[in-house]
């Protein structure tokens, strides 16, 4: 069975079964197809006798999307094992196990986390994660500072951006983020009710600038190794719990990529519960819960990579020069609101919308949340050079809460 | 002969003899191993009937300066050749043509240049070279530009930076350019006469932090495939003719660095040339020159690189940005500044210095060259992110001379 094929849930049961140690001898293992099949095949294996389970996902040689399909490397799955067997040595219990991996098939055997729910899902239905802030900001200050010159060897850490190039998966996020949604393209999903917003986007050429330097820097700047997709959707959680999967996009980019990931996913779910939670005061208390965790997943980031760097920095310039810690901060706190800015934008008018917002029915107030959003995102965007404290990120969305 | 060892002199006969048709059949071939052997061999094979002639460069594994030694990965035979195959078609005629590789060997056969002259030698010797600002903007724009994302398909670049990847070369520019000569090392080369000037170097905080800043994007910023040791010892050169050699320190790197290594090496000279020219009119006549071609050869490379952009430019938003591409020059002119200046200190200070000012006979001479020479760097790495244009890093060289 070693030749790549799409594996069958009886094939999937036969593999899982032979992992020496994992279920008792002559289990009788049950199994269910749970991916979403566009990009992977997700098989959750149950042994219902010993209540042990475990997931199997196996890439798929295509991405599927809106019925369209291209072709896809099957080295995204070495890119993804590697990635989480890294992740969990750096930032341990924040990433699910990782059992077996099997190169040939693409295929990763790992942890089941169905006792977690996707955090998207948690959010919409108004649950609240009062550790997320913290173990996100332990997750990617723990992640980034050790696979970054700072934190690894340089010469090490040469040998890694080499292994984990990602032409493939970079060039969805080049094209969908950074590109398609300023611009006339048929990867768009544009309501007709805001295609004024929508217009306005491909007008503003100082928002381009903005976006194209940052684009520049997902280009070319190898800082540290990413998730690349740390959005709230990629989290499994519960209120005591989180566990971050699908590093399938990892390669060596700029750190404010991941943090603005998770801060514009938090406002998207910003922008979408003025329809979710009716009642006013409720919303404004989980609202303020989505700030309070936008402020702390930036601030506990900037403690613990600060804390990190001062203790196990292993670069002496970057130890020693007066001012540069400082400077490297800042930079990263812009460069996590300019990406923040594009990732919200890209989720109202690019291909993929995000369940936050998509899914709301009212028409009128999927409008508002849309629009709501759009004016965060950009907002966003134009100050991301300009910033030098969270607290103006943070303004920015109060100011645009009050106009919607 | 396939597994790697040092090949003798009567080897690489019979290694020059075996390319067909190249030699005629039977020819009587001579054999001169010309290298400095601290890093490579390098035979001259000539035919003196025929005429003909070529050079094979073999990669040893160690490299030895100042009678200590080092390992040295041959990985660095294969980069050279690449790079040297690739230059040559980006940039017709200005590199050596690359005959043969044989990686078992890490043996390049290239084609003969000794009619040429080392530019470093032949500035110190008084000689103008009025064609070289013209080529090596040329060969720069060319080879950086269609490197780059603004050139090249973005998903081709990745693959590119993964075979680029050279963390042994690497690590000699990161030690010995940005780290060393603002340190205690046993690596640096300080004559005593300069010890004030050098300790003031360890102690200028302001400068360690612009020096922090542009090792950071050597480290990180994968923007072009650089040459990554332009220094005028890398160019074989006539006043008709320039050719680029030795390019075993390419990688993905940001493109000033190359451009501030051409400036850095014609100031160097500036600086060295109060000794070698003792006429006043004559001197002030050959330093006008040199900078004359520092100007040049910023505003040439700046003309052609922007002319190939608006010309062959691959990346929509690049191309079509308002504003993208007077900022993005302006951090190159920024960079080079800033590595210009890097690149004259660690000539000074550093482990290795340079023939123009080194081989001073006269101490107080020597000295003299070495104020001016660090006065110069110094004041670029300080000017480097708050410029605006070529003319100030003029004003800083003449403003260093007028001190002198």
């Known amino acids: 069975?070693?030749?790549?094929?799409?594996?069958?849930?009886q094939e999937a049961i036969a593999i899982a079964g032979s992992i020496e140690g994992f279920f008792p001898s002559g289990a009788a293992l049950n199994c269910r197809e749970i991916g979403d099949g566009n990009l992977n095949l997700v098989f959750h294996i149950t042994d219902a006798a010993s209540g042990k389970?475990?997931?199997?996902?196996?890439?798929?040689p295509y991405a599927k999307v809106v019925g369209e399909s291209w072709p896809l490397s099957l080295d995204r799955a070495r890119i993804e094992s590697e990635s989480l067997i890294l992740q969990n040595k750096l930032a341990p219990g924040l990433v699910p196990a990782v059992y077996?991996?099997?190169p040939e098939l693409a295929l990763t055997i790992m942890e089941d986390l169905s006792d977690h729910l996707i955090m998207r899902q948690g959010l919409i239905n108004g649950i609240r994660y009062p550790?997320?802030?913290?173990?996100?900001?332990?997750f990617m200050a723990n992640t980034l500072f050790f696979t970054s010159d700072?934190?690894?060897?340089?010469?090490?850490?040469?040998l890694r951006v080499k292994e984990f190039i990602n032409p493939d998966l970079c060039k969805i996020t080049?094209?969908?983020?950074?590109?398609?949604?300023y611009t006339v393209s048929a990867n768009n999903n544009i309501e007709p009710a805001i295609e004024d917003a929508a217009a306005a986007l491909r007008e503003d050429k100082a928002l381009h600038l903005e976006v194209a330097l940052l684009r520049e820097k997902f280009l070319t700047n190898a800082q540290a190794l990413l998730h690349g997709d740390l959005h709230t959707g990629s989290v499994f959680a519960t209120p005591e719990s989180t566990k971050v999967i699908d590093p399938e996009f990892a390669y060596y980019g700029p750190i404010g990529f991941d943090i603005g990931a998770v801060i514009a996913n938090l406002l998207l779910n910003y922008a979408g519960q003025g329809h979710w939670i009716k009642d006013e005061n409720e919303l404004a208390d989980f609202r303020g819960y989505l700030v309070e965790t936008v402020r702390d997943?930036?601030?506990?980031?900037d403690q613990k990579f600060r804390a990190l760097w001062n203790e196990h920095g292993v670069d002496r310039i970057a130890n020693t020069t007066p001012g540069y810690q400082d400077l490297y901060m800042s930079r990263l706190l812009q460069d996590a609101i300019g990406y923040a800015g594009c990732k919200i934008v890209r989720r109202v008018v690019g291909l993929a919308h995000v369940a936050d917002i998509a899914t709301i029915p009212d028409s009128a107030a999927r409008e508002r949340a849309q629009r709501l959003a759009l004016e965060i995102g950009t907002s966003l965007i134009h100050l991301n050079r300009r910033a030098t404290s969270i607290e103006q990120a943070?303004?920015?969305?109060?100011?645009?809460?009050a106009k919607h």
Request: proline letters at 3%.
């Open 1 to 9: 069975m070693s030749a790549y094929h799409p594996l069958t849930e």
């Open 53 to 60: 389970s475990l997931i199997m996902k196996q890439a798929l």
């Open 100 to 102: 077996k991996y099997d």
């Open 131 to 138: 550790k997320f802030a913290e173990d996100i900001s332990t």
């Open 150 to 158: 700072l934190g690894l060897n340089q010469q090490e850490k040469k």
């Open 174 to 181: 080049e094209d969908l983020i950074f590109d398609d949604p």
């Open 297 to 301: 997943t930036w601030t506990k980031f």
């Open 394 to 401: 943070i303004d920015v969305i109060l100011t645009a809460e």
